[in-house]
């Protein structure tokens, strides 16, 4: 049973995350349609809570909602502590409490703070990328779109490669990849791999040729310029030479192993340009799917009891069911 | 006036006293200790226990600079309540206990209080900084006599200064008490680093990062010849390199707090404000071997680091909230139920390290002993009393503790400062000299 909130990929069976892909691969109908709306959360409001700037998550986040009928409010502010400024995030979660929102989508820096929100409100908490914790989200729409390639992820084996440590992209996928049965490979500089790792059901490598070839998926992480000022590795001209993917790495992958990166890419360094936009590389169909995964969350979360979806008439047919 | 305390258990480990006795208190002094003894007064402590009053090594006042989060007078009653009846104050005040005037202030606010015997620590460097020397001559020669010097809060950084300061000390026997971090290691840390950590996705802060600044410090105390006393230790390797100073025959000492031989970071799970502390909570590796380290005598004292944080404070973000937990009001009872009635350690060995060795690392006259003619600051505990941890009963102005709804054993019941019993039934109370 999908909860009340969604904090952690720890939170989903493999079952539920089956039937939130399965869902999801419904209401992506909805987007070819030339009126592209659902009317399921009609008079539901959801809030878009973010700490953090973002683009694609808070935008996917907004469209989902709107293209289910729901009322979306965007809050966004600087994380700081509110005792040097500004109104606390416990305040504001109160406020929104106060107002009836449904749904409370939210992004922020501090790991951790959507388990706090949810102590605080009765609406739905749903985490969109919390400091170094987690993005279950994006490792939902992950799962979708390795899904839609392979068909089953048991045994596949997943390579996610890069800033491991900083990574919460890294830690939602692990736990939804070990959980759907795929083997997974963390790959990067022993700086950028925390050495707990191995307690979470994964091989650890160093050396990202000796396990290329054997991938069906190699999944790049970002590099942020700024952990060079930390001395995790020497310089991105070497974190490239010996981690990124360019098109001779790509050459020895197998012929149907895909390329995956949550972007925002730093082409040259996880990625080379023409990697990023070779057939490979399904990085576009990760932000499309987004969406629908997204919806699919919100609709098997906030679309109450009657919502439960079954193949045939399947949701479309209920346009006038109650929210 | 005299009063007796009939029937309790005497427990003094200072004069290796553990019997059933009564004790007479007298202006303001322990007149008698004995069968069948007889006062004006009576006050039944049969099934209780009678013990000196327990020394804090660690406390955090904040006074002067957060009087919202606690006052001397509001950290005094909580002790008092406690069973304490003396406190060792931090500096990290504001202004910072650095000079000889703020020392003094505490001193005197103490004093006013008069709930338990307030005393100062000053600062090792100016403002806590780490870089110039604290007026530590003045602070010493002061009226409130300072005797232990720390920048609790943070290490001190540069291995020079802290020899300096140790050298600087050695004028004054002064006790050079260390807050072990190396800040390059444990920089923006939440929390324990470990599988939970690494899970969590919270900065960890390793345990060597404590354990590096303590083997610098015995190295230093053995170059210098200075008193040192290592601050809350948390770690297996900590507790191991005090082992090995004290085999080599070093003057070095340490405490332990209840929260680190209680919790692990397991109570960080769920992201619990609450629970973030510095030293963070560790595993249980490491727990067990504080305990281990409290019960073989390598950790010679109990201490609280009692740390007031206002709601709003502690209400924010992980990252964004001070770490810190109050400490004064149920140190007794999470030593007797963690440590005592598990058999970890004895009963008497509890108060040795709440009480006689605290009491004489301070070089407090009048404190951590039960003698006769010895000034009467002495606590009654119930062992056995069952309650639980109720913050909004707490005589702390804060409410900051993890343990909200514990079920604990081992109560207080009566206080006595200076022959004049601060708590009745567990209740504080402003009362006459005896």
Same mark, same amino acid.
């Given at each position: 049973?999908?909860?009340?909130?969604?904090?952690?990929?720890?939170?989903?069976?493999?079952?539920?995350?089956?039937?939130?892909?399965?869902?999801?691969?419904?209401?992506? /109908?909805?987007?070819?349609?030339?009126?592209?709306?659902?009317?399921?959360?009609?008079?539901?409001?959801?809030?878009?809570?973010?700490?953090?700037?973002?683009?694609?998550?808070?935008?996917?986040?907004?469209?989902?909602?709107?293209? &289910?009928?729901?009322?979306?409010?965007?809050?966004?502010?600087?994380?700081?502590?509110?005792?040097?400024?500004?109104?606390?995030?416990?305040?504001?979660?109160?406020?929104?409490? +106060?107002?009836?929102?449904?749904?409370?989508?939210?992004?922020?820096?501090?790991?951790?703070?959507?388990? /706090? &929100?949810?102590?605080?409100?009765?609406?739905?908490?749903?985490? +969109?990328?919390?400091?170094?914790?987690?993005?279950?989200?994006?490792?939902?729409?992950?799962?979708?779109?390795?899904?839609?390639?392979?068909?089953?992820?048991?045994?596949?084996?997943?390579?996610?490669?890069?800033?491991?440590?900083?990574?919460?992209?890294?830690?939602?996928?692990?736990?939804?990849?070990?959980?759907?049965?795929?083997?997974?490979?963390?790959?990067?500089?022993?700086?950028?791999?925390?050495?707990?790792?191995?307690?979470?059901?994964?091989?650890?490598?160093?050396?990202?040729?000796?396990?290329?070839?054997?991938?069906?998926?190699?999944?790049?992480?970002?590099? /942020?310029?700024?952990?060079?000022?930390?001395?995790?590795?020497?310089?991105?001209?070497?974190?490239?030479?010996?981690?990124?993917?360019?098109?001779?790495?790509?050459?020895?992958?197998?012929?149907?192993?895909?390329?995956?990166?949550?972007?925002?890419?730093?082409?040259?360094?996880?990625?080379?340009?023409?990697?990023?936009?070779?057939?490979?590389?399904?990085?576009?169909?990760?932000?499309?799917?987004?969406?629908?995964?997204?919806?699919?969350?919100?609709?098997?979360? &906030?679309?109450?009891?009657?919502?439960?979806?079954?193949?045939?008439?399947?949701?479309?047919?209920?346009?006038?069911?109650? +929210? | #006036?005299?009063?007796?305390?009939?029937?309790?258990?005497?427990?003094?480990?200072?004069?290796?006293?553990?019997?059933?006795?009564?004790?007479?208190?007298?202006?303001?002094?322990?007149?008698?200790?004995?069968?069948?003894?007889?006062?004006?007064? *009576?006050?039944?402590?049969?099934?209780?226990?009678?013990?000196?009053?327990?020394?804090?090594?660690?406390?955090?006042?904040?006074?002067?600079?957060?009087?919202?989060?606690?006052?001397?007078?509001?950290?005094?009653?909580?002790?008092?309540?406690?069973?304490?009846?003396?406190?060792?104050?931090?500096?990290?005040?504001?202004?910072?206990?650095?000079?000889?005037?703020?020392?003094?202030?505490?001193?005197?606010?103490?004093?006013?209080?008069?709930?338990?015997?307030?005393?100062?620590?000053?600062?090792?460097?100016?403002?806590?900084?780490?870089?110039?020397?604290?007026?530590?001559?003045?602070?010493?020669?002061?009226?409130?006599?300072?005797?232990?010097? @720390?920048?609790?809060?943070?290490?001190?950084?540069?291995?020079?200064?802290?020899?300096?300061?140790?050298?600087?000390?050695?004028?004054?026997?002064?006790?050079?008490?260390?807050?072990?971090?190396?800040?390059?290691?444990?920089?923006?840390?939440? #929390?324990?680093?470990?599988?939970?950590?690494?899970?969590?996705?919270?900065?960890?802060?390793?345990?060597?990062?404590?354990?590096?600044?303590?083997?610098?410090?015995?190295?230093?105390?053995?170059?210098?010849?200075?008193?040192?006393?290592?601050?809350?230790?948390?770690?297996?390797?900590?507790?191991?390199?005090?082992?090995?100073?004290?085999?080599?025959?070093?003057?070095?000492?340490?405490?332990?707090?209840?929260?680190?031989? @209680?919790?692990?970071?397991?109570?960080?799970?769920?992201?619990?404000?609450?629970?973030?502390?510095?030293?963070?909570?560790?595993?249980?590796?490491?727990?067990?071997?504080?305990?281990?380290?409290?019960?073989?005598?390598?950790?010679?004292?109990?201490?609280?680091?009692?740390?007031?944080?206002?709601?709003?404070?502690?209400?924010?973000?992980? #990252?964004?909230?001070?770490?810190?937990?109050?400490?004064?009001?149920?140190?007794?009872?999470?030593?007797? *139920?963690?440590?005592?009635? @598990?058999?970890?350690?004895?009963?008497?060995?509890?108060?040795?390290?709440?009480?006689? *060795?605290?009491?004489?690392?301070?070089?407090?006259?009048?404190?951590?002993?039960?003698?006769?003619?010895?000034?009467?600051?002495?606590?009654?505990?119930?062992?056995?009393?069952?309650?639980?941890?109720?913050?909004?009963?707490?005589?702390?102005?804060?409410?900051?503790?993890?343990?909200?709804?514990?079920?604990?054993?081992?109560?207080?019941?009566?206080?006595?400062?200076?022959?004049?019993?601060?708590?009745?039934?567990?209740?504080?109370?402003?009362?006459?000299?005896?």
């Amino acid at each position: 049973m999908i909860g009340k909130h969604l904090l952690s990929m720890d939170d989903l069976t493999a079952e539920d995350i089956t039937k939130i892909l399965d869902t999801a691969e419904s209401l992506r /109908q909805v987007t070819d349609r030339p009126i592209k709306k659902l009317p399921t959360l009609r008079g539901r409001t959801v809030c878009n809570l973010f700490y953090e700037p973002s683009t694609r998550t808070r935008i996917s986040f907004e469209l989902a909602a709107k293209r &289910l009928s729901a009322d979306v409010i965007n809050f966004s502010a600087d994380a700081k502590s509110s005792v040097s400024k500004g109104e606390s995030f416990k305040d504001t979660a109160w406020t929104l409490e +106060a107002m009836g929102v449904d749904a409370i989508i939210v992004r922020h820096g501090s790991s951790g703070a959507p388990h /706090q &929100l949810a102590n605080w409100v009765e609406a739905h908490v749903i985490n +969109a990328g919390d400091g170094a914790h987690e993005h279950p989200t994006q490792a939902l729409l992950d799962l979708f779109s390795i899904r839609e390639h392979f068909k089953d992820l048991e045994g596949l084996k997943v390579g996610i490669v890069g800033d491991i440590v900083h990574s919460r992209v890294a830690r939602s996928n692990v736990k939804g990849l070990v959980t759907m049965g795929a083997d997974v490979t963390l790959v990067g500089p022993p700086t950028l791999i925390p050495p707990q790792a191995a307690g979470w059901g994964v091989d650890v490598s160093y050396d990202l040729d000796s396990v290329l070839d054997d991938l069906d998926v190699c999944y790049l992480l970002r590099v /942020q310029k700024e952990r060079q000022n930390e001395q995790l590795f020497p310089s991105t001209r070497e974190y490239a030479a010996l981690w990124g993917l360019d098109s001779t790495r790509m050459a020895t992958m197998k012929p149907d192993a895909l390329v995956m990166h949550p972007g925002p890419m730093n082409r040259g360094v996880e990625i080379a340009a023409d990697v990023s936009e070779s057939p490979r590389s399904i990085v576009l169909d990760q932000v499309a799917n987004g969406l629908a995964v997204r919806m699919s969350l919100l609709y098997l979360m &906030l679309g109450g009891p009657n919502a439960v979806l079954s193949a045939h008439p399947g949701p479309f047919a209920r346009e006038g069911a109650p +929210a | #006036m005299s009063l007796v305390l009939k029937g309790g258990r005497v427990v003094d480990p200072a004069s290796q006293r553990d019997e059933v006795a009564d004790v007479v208190i007298d202006e303001g002094r322990i007149a008698e200790i004995g069968k069948d003894l007889k006062g004006d007064d *009576t006050l039944d402590a049969t099934g209780a226990v009678v013990a000196p009053g327990f020394v804090d090594m660690h406390t955090h006042v904040r006074e002067p600079g957060r009087e919202d989060e606690e006052t001397i007078a509001s950290a005094s009653a909580a002790a008092a309540k406690g069973g304490y009846t003396a406190i060792c104050t931090m500096p990290n005040t504001d202004p910072v206990a650095d000079s000889a005037s703020v020392v003094e202030t505490v001193w005197a606010l103490g004093r006013e209080a008069g709930l338990v015997q307030v005393v100062p620590a000053g600062a090792l460097s100016k403002n806590l900084e780490g870089l110039k020397m604290a007026d530590i001559g003045e602070m010493a020669r002061s009226a409130a006599r300072v005797r232990l010097f @720390t920048d609790d809060g943070r290490g001190v950084q540069d291995a020079l200064f802290a020899r300096r300061t140790m050298e600087y000390l050695l004028a004054f026997d002064g006790i050079y008490a260390e807050h072990c971090e190396v800040d390059a290691l444990a920089a923006d840390g939440q #929390m324990h680093e470990g599988e939970l950590s690494a899970k969590l996705g919270l900065r960890g802060i390793p345990a060597e990062a404590e354990e590096l600044m303590a083997a610098r410090d015995v190295a230093l105390a053995k170059l210098t010849g200075c008193r040192l006393h290592l601050l809350h230790i948390s770690t297996a390797g900590t507790v191991d390199i005090v082992r090995r100073a004290k085999a080599e025959g070093l003057r070095v000492t340490a405490e332990a707090t209840p929260h680190h031989f @209680t919790l692990t970071d397991a109570a960080l799970e769920s992201y619990d404000p609450m629970a973030k502390v510095n030293p963070p909570l560790r595993d249980d590796t490491h727990r067990e071997a504080v305990i281990e380290g409290l019960a073989d005598g390598t950790i010679d004292a109990i201490a609280t680091d009692h740390a007031p944080h206002a709601q709003e404070e502690k209400d924010q973000e992980l #990252m964004f909230c001070p770490p810190g937990m109050l400490g004064l009001e149920t140190a007794l009872a999470l030593t007797v *139920t963690e440590l005592v009635h @598990t058999g970890r350690i004895t009963l008497s060995r509890a108060i040795e390290l709440l009480s006689t *060795t605290p009491a004489r690392l301070l070089g407090l006259e009048g404190q951590g002993a039960l003698e006769v003619g010895g000034v009467a600051n002495l606590c009654v505990f119930d062992p056995a009393a069952e309650w639980t941890v109720d913050p909004a009963a707490f005589s702390s102005k804060s409410r900051n503790t993890p343990f909200a709804g514990r079920a604990v054993k081992g109560k207080v019941l009566h206080a006595f400062f200076i022959g004049r019993q601060t708590v009745r039934d567990g209740e504080l109370v402003i009362g006459e000299l005896v």
